[in-house]
């Protein structure tokens, strides 16, 4: 198959796709290579229905952001025309083996698809298809189905299983409570400084259905108010935050280290200066 140039003008998002189009430090190392190099791997578009020379991108949504931040008029790509069902798949497919993938892209990336595969299974007459089982080639449909189970959260909590301030498993457990109990969730997580452990979110999920409106608040915060036997301060920093200060090749278990060697001098000279 032959890439062909196409306009940036004539390229369209994905509607819906869940993946998150970051202006970070690694945008901007693509944005270099693009001015060096140009693109070196085509995109994957399809023909928007209804249209004349319009396409929807299926595969390489950074690339183009990275293409309009460096100037470029027109991008490679291979057309592949295909409907939305089959470029969703598609789409997801591309994208969940990369490295660094959200739980809230992967959970989303999991609910597109599958709703694609349903809406291709009832296009077919198979009622009822169990697509969850087709949905993933190395997790099981259970765990696709907890994955999924996350676009039911709002998304400050959301935000906190991306940040990994709160466990996966405990947005699981969270995403069964009603949007007015999560609402209080994230009261109480303000409120105490803190996030609920497993054991809490059971226990929220599992005295979901008992809450009345009335109490809904009071009952959250008692059990975020419980002190929990781990529960410490800490200081945590975002990987975003940390790596521009550190060579491109170092793993985050070198740039803690490096970290700690530079806090372990700065306490010595501390220690030499009020010693004077």
Not at 51 to 71: N, W
Not at 231 to 253: A, G, I, N, W
């Amino acid at each position: 198959m032959q890439a062909i140039y196409i306009p940036i003008q004539s390229l369209h998002p994905f509607a819906g796709h869940p993946y998150k189009v970051q202006d970070n430090d690694e945008m901007n190392r693509l944005i270099e290579s693009i001015q060096e190099q140009g693109i070196l791997t085509p995109l994957i578009v399809r023909p928007l229905e209804g249209t004349a020379a319009e396409y929807e991108v299926i595969s390489g949504h950074r690339r183009l952001r990275a293409a309009q931040k460096a100037g470029l008029k027109e991008v490679p790509a291979f057309i592949h025309a295909v409907d939305r069902d089959e470029a969703a798949i598609q789409l997801v497919d591309s994208n969940l083996h990369r490295e660094n993938i959200l739980p809230s892209e992967k959970a989303y990336a999991y609910k597109l698809k599958m709703d694609a595969l349903d809406h291709r299974g009832r296009s077919c007459g198979q009622v009822g298809h169990k697509s969850r089982d087709s949905v993933s080639d190395t997790e099981s449909g259970r765990q696709v189905q907890r994955y999924i189970r996350l676009t039911h959260l709002l998304p400050g909590l959301l935000d906190l299983v991306d940040e990994g301030r709160i466990a996966f498993t405990v947005g699981v457990e969270l995403s069964y409570l009603t949007r007015e109990e999560q609402r209080a969730v994230l009261e109480a997580i303000e409120l105490y400084d803190c996030t609920p452990s497993y054991s809490q979110a059971c226990r929220l999920h599992r005295d979901s259905e008992m809450m009345y409106a009335a109490d809904t608040r009071k009952r959250i915060q008692a059990v975020m108010a419980e002190e929990k036997p781990n529960q410490r301060e800490k200081v945590s920093f975002q990987y975003e935050q940390l790596r521009r200060y550190f060579p491109s090749d170092y793993t985050p278990k070198q740039m803690t280290e490096s970290i700690l060697q530079l806090l372990e001098r700065e306490r010595r000279r501390r220690l030499g200066r009020d010693a004077r």
